[in-house]
């Protein structure tokens, strides 16, 4: 039994000594006849960018990290706590440093077992304090300061976006509810008895919330346009209002001159398209009403749904992958400590990478990178944003795990990884899209990467030069210099490296248009751009 006191024992002041021991993986999955299936038009991404996000923390309403916390964490677990919180214990109260590492080494093991022991309960009823573990990594609150605590409570914790963005609890309760399939891509989307998924209702729920996206998208467009419309009608107003004295008569008016009387037409024309908005605005609010009644009533089905029981073997291997993507963010000299403490972050609640400020990432890459999001098959081309899993380590950079499912490789969602606790948030994504990059295009010229498209091209450049290591690591880097550098005119990459980038990864014609007076080199590119155009070479 784990005693109270013991518990109470155990505080950040005993973990001040610690060491930067680095610990240690690489799993690279198999296409074969890619691009066969046909498009799941269910499946298929529609919204065209990222909603701009204003806000990124909440107000924290209750604070669960009490001495209770902890407690909690560990109750209901079986024999895994006891160890747990033995290891813990003697990793914080060693002062030798060779203890310590010998500690450390002790304790991971177990950590990672005892995720895998509470992950079995993720699609239950799950008690905040074990959500709050898994998604945070934080088991023992007195290892972060106040103010690293008040910056966890201050995390939105639903997806207001509706964003393929998820926790780590998030994910594992999606695979538990059979609604993505695990991350071996050996496997369908799990189908466990007594499964909520199993009606539909997770299904017929994603439908129904991104249909009420879809109408509420549609309110916000109809509203801009009223908005601009109304603002046109005081314009006209105020142009037909301005009346100078007549130069005969002191004390009369002059008449409507041209400009006003043009005003007055279009003060009309705006009236009618007013009206005819209005109309379009009603119908609308009643859509998106209907659509908001239907998701109500599928939530509440849901919540009158059984229990999951589900194979305790598919969770485990999935906490088992998502180790491995533990140990490919931290990568082998980073830090692996599995537990958050507040030594290894800084109390900028800015350097999280929380939901929002990962979409905003992203939202900035594809404005520079329209194509990032993009997938053709058979000469259609949608918007396919990955899964985003936010895996709780002290991460250099995110990973690209998978550029799309197995059993769906036409339309399916790729999996990508970002550290919660990156040193660097915008470099950290932008190097897990840039991987997305690389093998999403890699994986459609399957066994042709090296001579088609831009891995075919980079390589080429890479292959002439002699240069070593490994080439797809260093497209990574290039084209975080892409995002980064080029984009606003400040030259970094080679020469040629610059060129296949141009042609094959190119910018917005807005960023385009203004390079070209940036200087000689972008000017050039952008005058080749004008010749294939012309030539219907582009």
Not at 1 to 14: K, Q, V
Not at 189 to 194: G, H
Not at 225 to 250: G, L
Request: aromatic share 10%.
């Amino acid at each position: 039994m784990i005693d109270d006191d013991d518990i109470l024992e155990i505080s950040s002041d005993e973990f001040n000594n610690d060491d930067d021991s680095s610990f240690d993986l690489d799993v690279k999955p198999s296409f074969n006849d890619l691009f066969e299936d046909e498009i799941d038009k269910e499946t298929v991404y529609e919204k065209e960018e990222f909603d701009d996000i204003d806000i990124f923390k909440c107000v924290p309403t209750k604070n669960i990290f009490t001495e209770q916390y902890y407690k909690v964490v560990l109750s209901g677990e079986g024999e895994i706590s006891p160890k747990l919180h033995k290891s813990l214990a003697q990793f914080l109260k060693a002062t030798d440093p060779q203890d310590k590492t010998m500690f450390r080494n002790r304790l991971q093991p177990v950590v990672w077992d005892f995720i895998t022991d509470v992950s079995q309960k993720v699609g239950n009823a799950l008690p905040l304090e074990k959500r709050m573990f898994l998604r945070y990594a934080l088991l023992l609150p007195t290892l972060i300061s106040k103010d690293q605590r008040e910056n966890l409570l201050s995390i939105i914790m639903d997806n207001k976006y509706n964003e393929p963005v998820h926790y780590f609890d998030e994910w594992l309760e999606m695979v538990c509810l059979g609604e993505v399939a695990p991350l071996g891509s050996d496997e369908e989307p799990i189908k466990a008895t007594k499964n909520r998924g199993d009606s539909g209702l997770r299904l017929q729920k994603e439908k129904a919330q991104g249909a009420l996206e879809s109408k509420l998208g549609a309110l916000k467009l109809l509203q801009k346009k009223r908005s601009i419309t109304e603002k046109s009608i005081i314009d006209f107003v105020k142009t037909m209002a301005n009346h100078p004295v007549h130069p005969y008569f002191a004390s009369i008016e002059m008449g409507y001159t041209v400009t006003q009387k043009a005003a007055l037409t279009d003060l009309i024309n705006a009236t009618k398209d007013l009206q005819k908005l209005d109309r379009e605005y009603t119908v609308a609010i009643q859509e998106a009403k209907l659509s908001q009644q239907k998701l109500d009533a599928i939530s509440e089905k849901m919540n009158d749904e059984p229990m999951v029981n589900i194979n305790p073997a598919i969770l485990k291997k999935e906490v088992n992958n998502l180790r491995q993507i533990h140990k490919m963010c931290v990568g082998r000299q980073g830090n692996h400590f599995p537990l958050l403490h507040g030594s290894y972050i800084t109390s900028n609640f800015n350097d999280l990478a929380t939901r929002e400020q990962i979409i905003m990432v992203m939202k900035y890459v594809e404005s520079i990178d329209s194509g990032v999001f993009r997938r053709t098959h058979r000469r259609e081309t949608h918007r396919i944003v990955p899964h985003v899993i936010i895996i709780p380590c002290y991460g250099d950079k995110g990973i690209c795990w998978e550029p799309f499912e197995k059993f769906n490789r036409a339309s399916s969602r790729g999996r990508i990884a970002v550290p919660l606790y990156p040193k660097d948030l915008k470099l950290a994504v932008i190097t897990a899209l840039a991987d997305l990059r690389w093998e999403v295009a890699k994986a459609k010229a399957t066994y042709y990467w090296m001579e088609e498209g831009i891995t075919g091209k980079y390589f080429q450049w890479f292959d002439e030069r002699k240069l070593k290591g490994d080439v797809k690591l260093r497209f990574i880097e290039d084209y975080i210099l892409w995002i980064t550098k080029e984009s606003s005119g400040t030259q970094k990459l080679d020469k040629d490296v610059r060129g296949i980038f141009w042609r094959n990864l190119p910018f917005p014609k807005e960023i385009r248009d203004n390079l070209k007076n940036r200087g000689f080199v972008y000017n050039e590119l952008y005058k080749k751009d004008i010749n294939r155009e012309l030539s219907d070479g582009y």
